[in-house]
């Protein structure tokens, strides 16, 4: 991660503007504040991707975002709808720059630096503009391992791995990284993961809960068992697999099984630095 964000500072001032990927669902959480430390002056734009899978939260802070005096748009980086609206903001992002460089006689194509935390979207994206798949794609945290030139159209972007917060010292938004995968699934304790979100999901979202799992309330480790009761998740002797349990809930979570969510509220945009 140190060495990715060696790279991005070493190739920002290559750049004119730079696209900040953050996850809808979890926009505060999905912030890196040394990312915009950074980026100094240049132009930005906050860009809320996976807003098919976020409920009203998200469309609450995009709003609490643009009120703050920052360019922010909510898009489906997997969805060709959301190319025009994205190009709009992107070509409003740097209007000022572009006339300035044809005031020049510059007719160099406007570069764009491509940056996030892993797994929110961002080379989906630069596949999106490119019309093409010419990023590496995964759904899973470290899928690019190296910066990507790519040109689409009359700009140039650069995809950059993605790069963890320097340090994620509030420990309920770093849970919520976990909860949508931008954490290597490798090193967590997925039950105790599990556990965390049910608290979560229980607190703001029950009824997708009892829906689709019959949880009832409870305990977090109740909510579990149930959740382990429900899908049959039961090892010989009468034990849960609570393995199990919490790969099939993170699954569906990640997935959008459980409905649309956006876990981060306006408190969180506030302590990360966002609003």
Known sequence: MAKAMRMMEDNLKLCDAVIFVLDARVPASSYNARLADMVGAKPVLYLFNKADMADGGADAAIALVRKSGKAALGVSAASPASLRPLTAAMDALIAEKRERYAQKGTTRPMR?????IPNTGKSTLINLLSGGKKAQVGDKAGVTRAKQWV????AELLDTPGTMPPALADQRLARRLAYVGSVNDDILDKEE????????LWAKYSQRLTERYAIEGGTPLEMYEALCARRGFVLRGGEYDYTRG???LLDDFRKGRLGKVCLDGADDLRSAGLI
């Open 112 to 116: 764009f630096l491509v940056a996030g």
């Open 151 to 154: 040109k689409c159209g009359t």
């Open 193 to 200: 993961v599990a556990l965390a979100l049910l608290e979560e």
């Open 246 to 248: 919490a790969l099939a």
